[in-house]
Structure formats: C-alpha cells, structure tokens
C-alpha cells in the first residue's frame, strides 16, 4: 500500500487529484470527520479503481494529444485549401476582367446603363411619360456617378465595368473586416470571404465586372455595417453616418432593403435612443431625396421606379428558390451556432437579422420576371460574415468534436461551389481561347448596325451604343407592360409608321411550337411589320420593315416555314427590378 499512497500522494497533476478525491478516500483518511479507518477490502478496492481512473486518464491525454495534433493539421490543411481556393480564383477570374475594355458584352443591362448614363452626361431625361418606348426604373444617382466617370475614361460601358469591380472587391474586404470584427481570426474571416469570392466567379459570373450598378450600390452601404459592427454600443456620428450610406446605397439600387431594415429593428430592440436619432437622419433624408427628385425630374420618376409594371409568378418564385436554396442551407449550421453563442453586446444580432430578412426577401423578389440571381447578394453578404464569426466560436486543440464541427461548417458550405469548378474552370478556358473570335463577331455586328442610315432599335443595347446610335425600345420593360394587359399603342404607331430603319434581335435556336413565339405579344406586334433581312455574327438578326405591298398571308407563310429561325428577346433575361 505504500506505492499506492504514494501514486496518490504524488499526483500527475492538479486535475488528476481532483478526480481521484471523488473516487478514493485520500491519504489522509483517519484525519477527515466521518470517515471510517479503511479495512483491507476497502483499500483493495480502493486500489482497482485508481488503478482504472489512471488509465482513464492517460487514455484522455493521449485523445487530447491527438486531437491538439489534428486541430493542427486541420488548420494547416484549410490553410492549403484557401490557398489552393484562391490560385483557381486568379484563373476564373481571368476572363471577366479580360473583357473590361473590349466591345463584347456578357450582360444584358450594359448597354442599357449606359445610354441612361450618356442622358445624364448631356442633361437628357432619364425619366420619361407612360408612353415612353424606353423605360427607366432605377434610382439616378448611378447614371451621374457612371456618367462623369465615363466622361474622363471615353466609354461608359468600360467605366461601369471598372466601378463594379472594384465594388465587388471591396464588398470582399468589407466582408472580411465584418468578421474580424465578429471575433474571428484571419483565417477564419478569410473562409468566408473566399467563399463570397468563389461564388461570385462561378454561379454569379454574370456580374463580375459588368456595368451594372449592384455591386456599387453593396459598397455604398458596407461601410454602414462597419461603423455599427466596429464598437460594442453605436455611436451618435456612427449612426448618422451609416444613415447617409444606406440612402445614398437606395439612391443607387433602391430595392436592397434588407440591411436598412435590419439595422432599424436591431437599433430599436437593443439601442432605443440611437434608434431615435436614425429614424430622424432617416426622415430628413427621405424629405430631401423626395423633394430634390420631383425638383428635377418631376412626379414621372416616382411612377417610374414605385409603379414600374411587372409579371409575377409564384411559380417562378417557387422555382427559383428550389435553385437557391441548397447554397444557402449549408450555413444553417453556422447560423445556429452564432445564435447560440452571440456576444452580450449584441453586435452578432444585426447579423442574423440580417441574413433572416435577406433571405426571405430575396426569395419573394424572384417572383418577378427578369428579376435575377442578384436578388440574393445581400443574403450571400449576410450568410459569409456569419460564417466567418462562427468559425470563431471553435477553439481547436481542447476536444476533437469542435475541430470536426469547424472543418464540417467549412466543407458543408464550399461543397456545391467547389464541385462545380471543373466546369467553370472548362469554361473559364474555352471562352479565353474564344475571346479573339468573339470580338471578330461583335466588331462585324457593331459595324453593321453603325452602317444603317437611321434610327437602329437594339435588343441588346450594347450593340447600338458602340455603334453611335439612340436609345429607341426597351424591350423588356415595355414586354411587361404588353403582357401585364397595358395598350400597345405606343409601340404599334412607331412600328406602323416605320420609324426604325432596323430592329436587332438576338437569334435562338428554332423553338418546337412556333405559335408560341408568335403568340407573345411583343414579338408579334414586331413581325407584323418587320421581317428578317440579314443574319449577323454573334447570334444577331436585322430586321428590316416590310414592304406595303406584303399582305397579311404572306406573313403568316413566313412565320409557318419550319425552316426559319425563331428570334427571341434576350430581354428576357434581363433583371430589372
């Protein structure tokens, strides 16, 4: 029994002792009131038992020995994933920012911001009457920032390009900071930038260096996330300022309202009295705004962007959301965890506030026609930071559950984008090698629609920007309106009356039921009085009027000869909200 007293009086170290005090009466057993002096059967078992817990013990060190040494590995082995990540970034990103200067474009807005910003450049209205052929339903303070930038840069499309990059890279930044400011290490808020960076150059590519004014409007209010996710209790000037940042993001794209609204909930439920002083910045804003914009373009801009006609469908709604959402369900983990560990000063509530309007809200917009994947860009802004915090909220090296739930929350989300890389990257590559051609097939396109003497009506407007011709139709805002039951006449007097020297189409492929085609109001009302007349490179058609002496008959053997190709608006494509 002496070993044994000493194996006990000697511990390995303080917690052994203390587990062994629950177990085995101490050494100093005849010195501790109540406790009997211990008969040999008592110390016999007295002995198994300590001899059970040391194993005990050693086992659970050489667990914490491995998991230490896993957690390690672990981070090492993100770290040469997030490296790896980033190199494919490089490559995939490649082809976007080719394309910046060349006269090809991947996105159908372009050319329409940029002759709403050539009309801002010359003092032209941006808003017209009901019976405008083309219809603007966004905010005008993009058009004067594009504007002035493509004044100094000489093509407005260009200058768009290189604004939406930039904002998109500093929205990346502003995500990473965010979740610095979370808690969460480099690598952790690295994580979720990269995630953000590897979905934009694959599923959301469209818009990487595109000239559309979403991502400058994201960047317009990131910063305002900043200031109140920068100390543990707002300050007056952070909210005031964060006021000005969020009105100036809605005077650039006004239906991104998730965040406005998540700050007004999270200010009114946690800081009343800053609440009060947003809501008064927020009200003489909304008063200047409204009172410098009917100065200047009168009560068609509110008719314009508040009672802009749209198609909408549940269904589509629907749809869209089955597509969206297994993107988004991965990070129910890392949502669940932040909601279970959020701080006490409460700064982790704005962002799950944040992600729990983005994501409803983005879903019910899809519901519109035209309304694309950009809906969902404050859902994705709000889902990266909270990843990143979460992350946080795992110490590797204590037991190897965290480590396994910390490397789930990252492989969980990356896997979808992740495993459709090849593609993308197969993509990436082919449209690379193809870049030559395509600018051979737009430069041809581009010259033949500037040889036309006479207004030239492009659905894709791009076209008919670098070729020096007028903005005439928008195809796909005025199709809302003919397939929303709103009069044709407008458009029907223009086309009867020839106003058009050429219409250019964008050309599909032969679709099954040409009556379908026919029947669609818009591109009815077209080949009523235009016919096709010259097939262009890069998928284009001009359509040219037709002649008086053609009768009705013969155009509807036109429409029934199987042989010809079916035109479709790309318009449709086209997100407008």
Known sequence: MAGMTDAVTHPHSKSLRRRLLTIV?????????GYPEPTTTTRSCAAVNLSTTMRDVSA???????????????????????????????????????????????????????????????????????????INNYPPLSFFLLGNLG?????????????????????????????????????????GT????????????????????????????????????????????????????IAIGLLIKHNLVALPLAISIWLFRFHRTKFNLWALTGIILVILATSASYFFYGKNIFFAI????????????????????????PFVGALKTLMRTRSSDHRDDLILLFAALAIPLGI???????????????AFIALTIALGAALSRYKPGIYC?????????????FAIPTLSLPYFIVNTVNEICSTKKTMRDWSKAIGSVASISGPVACDVQAICYWAGKQREIDFFNYGQRLRAGYGDLALARALKDQRYAAIVLHEEKPLRDLRKRISDPLSDLIFRYYKIDQHLPAGFVILRPISPMRDATEKLTFYADHSSPVVSLASLNRDTR
């Open 60 to 134: 659970r060190r050489r667990s914490n020995r491995i998991c230490r040494k896993a957690g390690v590995l672990i981070c090492r082995y993100n770290t040469s994933v997030l490296v790896i990540i980033a190199a494919i970034l490089l490559v995939l990103f490649y082809s976007p920012v080719l394309s910046i200067s060349l006269h090809y474009s991947r996105n159908y807005n372009e050319g329409w911001n940029a002759f709403l910003a050539l009309a801002a450049q010359n003092g032209g209205r941006l808003y017209e009457g009901t019976e405008s052929l083309f």
């Open 401 to 413: 559950g965290k480590e396994q739930a910390s490397l789930f929350l990252v492989v969980s989300v």
């Open 364 to 378: 019910i917009q899809r519901a519109g026609e035209g309304v694309d994947y950009n809906a969902h860009f404050e």
């Open 194 to 245: 990269l995630f953000f960076a590897l979905l934009n150059a694959t599923f959301f590519r469209e818009y990487v260096a595109a000239n559309d004014p979403q991502w400058l409007a994201h960047a317009a209010m990131m910063p305002a996330l900043m200031l109140l996710l920068a100390r543990p209790a707002p300050t007056a000037g952070s909210v005031i300022i964060a006021c000005i940042l």
């Open 25 to 33: 009466p101490f050494a100093s057993w005849r010195h501790v009131s």
């Open 306 to 329: 508040f009672a802009h006609v749209r198609v909408f469908s549940w269904s589509r709604m629907a749809v869209q959301a089955a597509i969206v959402l297994p993107f988004m369900l």
């Open 151 to 191: 004044l100094s840069l000489g093509d407005n499309i260009y200058a768009g390009r290189v604004t939406s990059l930039l904002s998109l890279a500093f929205v990346g930044v502003a995500i990473y900071i965010s979740a610095q400011m979370l808690r969460a290490t480099k690598r952790q808020a690295a994580v």
